[in-house]
C-alpha cells in the first residue's frame, strides 16, 4: 500500500535550507492507520493461516493500537480481545471514544489492575488468559515483534532513497526497526522517543543489527500521553499552517522537535528529510476529554 509524500511550505524551512516532506502513513485507511496497518498486516495474515479465530493483544484506555486491532480484526473476520489496562475502566468504558470504538468493531474486553498488567509477558497469566477465553493469536502491547517489523519495513519506498534522513517517533521501538532494515546506508535514521528514559536504545538494538540510526531523548513532553499547553499550540498552528492533523501522543511530539532541531541549525543547509506521520488521530478525542478536565486548551478536530 502506498502513501504520499507531502511537502512542507514552513517560513522557517525556507530560511533554513531545508526541505521536510512528511509521509502521510496516517491515510492509509480511515481507522487502521499509519504503523498500525504496517504492523498489524503479517501478523493478521499469520493469525489466519494458522487457524485462529481470536486475537488477543493488550493496551491503554486511548491506545492507537487496540483501536486499530479491533477494527483490523474485524475486516479479516476475526475475533479480537482487548486486555485492558486500569480496572477502574470497566464500569464506564462507554465514555472513552476509543474503547467504544473498539468494542463497536467487536472487540471484547478484560480490565486489569496495573499490578496484573505488568505481567502481560508472563506464561502463567497467559496460560489463565487461554483458559477464559479459549485459543488466540497473542499480538503484544503496542504490536511489535518480527512480523511488524517486517510489515514496517515496507513504508519506505524506491522514491524515498533521495532522503539524507528518516524522521520518526518511537514507542516500542518496531516502527524506527523497519525503517532501519529498508533505509539505505547513507541514510540516518532519527527517532524521538515519546518515552522518558533511555532503555529504547537497547530494545531497538534488539530489533536490527545495523547502527545508522540515533535517538533524540528531549522532546517526550514529560513521559508518554503527557502534553502541555505549548505542545497543544504547536500541534493547533502546525494544523492551521499545512492542513495536517497531529496526534498528541506521537507525530505531534517528533514534528515538535524535528522543527526545534532545524530552528537550532542542527541540519546543514540543503538537507533533505522525510518526517513519518503515523497515524493515531483518532487518540485526539479522548486527550481532549483529559485537556478539559485540566482546564487546558484543547486540540483542534
Known sequence: MHSENQYLELPLLKEKDVRIALKREDLLHPMVSGNKYRKLKYNLKEA??????????????????????????????????????????????????????AHENGMRFKFVDRETYRKREELDFLVSLREEFGEFFLVPEGGTNALAIKGCGEILEEEDKVFDIICVCVGTGGTIAGLINTANNNQ?????????????????KELTEKRN????LNYHFGGYGKINEELVAFINQFKQQTAIPLDPVYTGKMMYGLLDRVKNDNFVPGTQILAIHTGGIQGVHGMNKVLLKKKLPLLDI
Open 48 to 101: 489466519q493461516q494458522s487457524g485462529y479465530r481470536n486475537v488477543l493483544t493488550f493496551g491503554g484506555a486511548y491506545s492507537n493500537h487496540i483501536a486499530a486491532t479491533a477494527s483490523a480484526c474485524k475486516m479479516h473476520k476475526l475475533g479480537s480481545i482487548g486486555i485492558i489496562r486500569g480496572d477502574e475502566l470497566s464500569g464506564r468504558w462507554q465514555e472513552n471514544p476509543t474503547l467504544k470504538m
Open 213 to 216: 540510526w540515533s535517538l533524540d
Open 188 to 204: 540516518q535514521v532519527l527517532g524521538f522517543p515519546v518515552l522518558k528514559g533511555d532503555f529504547l536504545e537497547n530494545d531497538i
